[in-house]
């Protein structure tokens, strides 16, 4: 005998793993187009997100930096002058690399390079006018002392060529003979 075939009686086969329940596998082509369509608004919707967050950090980012450089300024009053004066552009127009804080302290370093060259040179200025007077000094000494050491053929103030000062030694040293003149000086002179 034949058992009769009923449709609650029949046996059914689960939904296919991955199918959503009440829908089974490969049967209904809009259901997977519609998976497609949320997996590409999920992926428009991650973009955005993403897109939305990088912009947010951007606009804090670049909200940080100008509280910074408002801080910037306020500790170095001769920045906005700089800038304004196009100073500051000069300088980042030399070096692509600098922004407008490292403008600011090539600019100052420059200045600072300048001076030091410049107190150099008058340093240096200094020196050689001190060492020209010091050596004109020595040798307005040295002809004095040329002048006051004459060449021992010329005749000298107060010397006659005398072998007693020549050779004290010979008449009784130095005193002896310097003692003998002031004798004959003062007998000459009638004391």
């Known amino acids: 005998m034949e058992q009769p075939t009923h449709p609650a009686a029949a046996p059914t086969a689960g939904p296919a793993p991955g199918t959503a329940p009440g829908t089974e596998a490969g049967t209904d082509p809009g259901i997977a187009g519609l998976e497609s369509v949320f ?5 428009r919707l991650d973009a955005l997100i993403e ?3 990088e912009n947010l950090e951007a606009r804090r980012a670049a909200s940080q ?3 910074l450089a408002q801080r910037f300024a306020a500790e170095h009053p001769d920045f906005e002058t700089l800038r304004e004066n196009g100073a500051l552009a000069a300088r980042q127009r030399e070096n692509s690399l600098l922004d407008e804080v490292g ?3 090539s600019h100052h370093l420059a200045e600072a390079g300048k001076a030091n060259q410049e107190e ?3 340093v240096r200025q200094k020196a050689l006018a001190e060492g020209e007077a010091a050596a004109m000094e020595r040798l307005r000494a040295r002809r004095g002392s040329v002048a006051l050491g004459a060449p021992s053929g010329a005749p000298q103030r107060g010397r006659a060529d005398d072998p007693q000062l020549e050779a004290p030694d010979r008449f009784g040293g130095v005193h002896a ?6 004798a004959a000086r003062r007998r000459d002179a009638g004391l």
């Open 39 to 43: 997996s590409d608004l999920e992926a």
């Open 51 to 53: 897109a939305r967050l």
């Open 65 to 67: 930096r100008a509280e």
């Open 103 to 105: 403008a600011y302290f």
């Open 120 to 122: 150099t040179e008058r």
């Open 177 to 182: 003979v310097l003692a003998a003149r002031m």
